[in-house]
């Protein structure tokens, strides 16, 4: 259901049509496409070896093959004429012999599917996950979900393309390759041939993502929310307060550079209940959270409560140990912090939320699982019931600021990116963009103008330049920072009726960017949309919008 699917649909039932002797060309078409996607995506967007290779050299080579295999269509003569001329099929006979002729016939649908496997750009939140929480954790995990999601990519384009090819093969004409609709798909393949070649297919999907009756990225998004399968998935009721069964809780792996306490490990921690909180320091939701985690911390330490504070990077700067202490330092953590880089701890946890809380009881069993914000005081009672306390509780039932109509948190960097509108297309590299006009800038789009680095993780300003998203919240949040640790004054401007209600983070307008972290860039007086503008000066850094309502 993907608008990103739409510009392949067209190239698979095109290249699909055939006579009757050869009927394997669309499986053919779909297993090449199968395998280019996975080469492609591992190539570009997990590995180093085509890191200074231009995404635009890949789109100009995919873009013109499918071009010329529109021109073959459109011309058939010609290409008769030329193959005659070179004496191919002869050459074929002498050399390979009366099989190789047949193999021939493969070469137009192997090219067509691998043709696009580079430019294949998907909006789905799954290929987004599997990129950023699984083949960061394991390899091997990572590559079984990317060929699972891919051969199930496929098998649905496949069940198209046959389906296409059945119907359109009843007729003669769409078999004859010199009729008049074979030479319109050809002009078909042409057309997306040069939009590919210009990026103009990615403004085409977002156009169509924001005309569909239905939402398919919210679909996709819901149906992964249901899918947590973390060492203790929290049940409805399994005791009075406490959501898991008892689950052993595995040991703290790989963490370093300790702040607040030496190493610690569950083992030495028998006899009381622990409370391991992951989050990392840039997000927002973790940074609303904090405050209650360091609150049961004061209350609840003297009564046999410890509370490990485990930092599992999401962004590459929050790897570095000095920003990970200034970030203890400035919200006022007091409970044990370590740092978990390698994704060890989270992994031997299987969690796969920022912030996630695993309450642990004094036999080392996880009893109590909460993922995301809100139910601090469901929390709060957990912590009680372990301990044997019943007091009135610290925490007051509190609503997570989120509506459900709000922005969803949305990165800028190739790996994640949603919601871009402009041109060119958003692909790693360093380009000129043209912002889009406000107009055409829909609900949840962003557009940037003048000159960007683009990489997986984010975008950087090779000089002064622009960045315009339409927004729904109250509140608006922007992860960046700066390679060269100076500050740099970013200006801010908000449309319409929200003029002058900026966050706590800037000062009329003038935000001051002095190291990697979060900013609160607006503070609105209720929740609606807006424009947000920032002008940026050269080197800034740009990770993600986040948004509270």
Not at 135 to 149: D, E, H, K, M, V
Not at 291 to 305: I, T
């Amino acid at each position: 259901m993907a608008p990103c699917v739409l510009p392949l649909l067209p190239v698979i039932i095109g290249g699909s049509l055939s006579s009757g002797k050869h009927k394997s060309r669309p499986y053919i078409i779909a297993a090449s496409l199968a395998g280019s996607i996975i080469a492609f995506t591992l190539l570009l967007k997990v590995s180093t070896a085509l890191v200074n290779l231009s995404p635009n050299v890949l789109n100009y080579t995919a873009g013109s093959l499918i071009v010329a295999l529109g021109l073959v269509s459109i011309f058939p003569e010609l290409w008769e004429k030329f193959m005659i001329k070179v004496n191919w099929e002869a050459s074929a006979l002498r050399l390979f012999g009366n099989s190789q002729k047949q193999r021939g016939q493969y070469i137009g649908p192997i090219l067509i599917g691998v043709a696009l496997g580079p430019v294949f750009a998907s909006c789905s939140p799954t290929y987004a996950f599997i990129l950023a929480s699984i083949l960061p954790r394991s390899f091997l995990a990572g590559f079984i979900y990317l060929i699972t999601y891919s051969v199930a990519l496929v098998l649905s384009l496949l069940a198209v393309a046959l389906l296409g090819r059945k119907f359109i093969s009843k007729f003669k004409w769409a078999i004859d390759t010199h009729s008049l609709f074979r030479r319109l798909i050809g002009v078909l393949f042409v057309i997306i041939g040069v939009l590919i070649i210009s990026g103009q297919e990615v403004r085409f999907e977002t156009w169509v993502g924001n005309h569909l009756p239905f939402d398919e990225t919210k679909i996709e998004q819901t149906l992964l929310a249901k899918q947590h399968k973390g060492i203790a998935a929290p049940s409805a009721h399994i005791g009075d307060v406490l959501n898991v069964e008892p689950t052993p809780a595995p040991d703290l792996a790989g963490l370093t550079n300790w702040i607040n306490s030496p190493p610690l490990q569950l083992s030495q921690l028998q006899g009381k209940v622990v409370l391991v909180d992951f989050w990392t320091y840039s997000c927002v939701n973790c940074n609303r959270a904090l405050p209650y985690v360091e609150k049961w911390y004061q209350a609840y330490q003297s009564k046999g409560l410890v509370v490990i504070g485990v930092h599992t990077p999401e962004f590459a700067f929050e790897h570095n140990p000095a920003n990970v202490q200034n970030a203890v330092t400035t919200d006022k953590i007091t409970y044990p912090v370590a740092l978990d880089n390698n994704y060890s701890t989270w992994n031997a946890f299987d969690n796969n939320s920022w912030p996630a809380d695993y309450l642990i009881d004094k036999s080392g069993d996880i009893r109590y699982v909460a993922l995301g914000e809100g139910d601090y005081d469901k929390t709060e009672e957990a912590i009680q019931s372990l301990l044997g306390i019943n007091a009135p509780l610290k925490t007051p039932v509190s609503k997570v600021p989120i509506a459900s109509d709000q922005t969803p948190e949305t990165y800028f960097g190739t790996n994640r990116e949603s919601g871009y509108n402009g041109n060119p297309g958003l692909t790693d590299g360093t380009h000129n963009f043209t912002s889009q006009s406000l107009n055409k800038l829909f609900q949840n789009f962003w557009t940037l103008g003048g000159n960007w680095q683009v990489t997986s993780e984010s975008i950087t300003s090779q000089s002064t330049a622009t960045l315009t998203f339409r927004v729904a919240a109250k509140d608006v949040y922007v992860v960046a920072g700066s390679a060269d640790n100076q500050a740099h004054t970013v200006s801010i401007n908000l449309s319409g009726n929200a003029a002058g209600q900026y966050g706590s983070d800037d000062s009329s307008g003038k935000l001051i960017i002095n190291g990697y972290r979060l900013y609160h860039i607006a503070s609105l007086h209720s929740f609606g949309s807006t424009v947000v503008t920032l002008t940026i000066p050269k080197g800034v850094s740009l990770y993600t919008f986040t948004f509270g309502s």
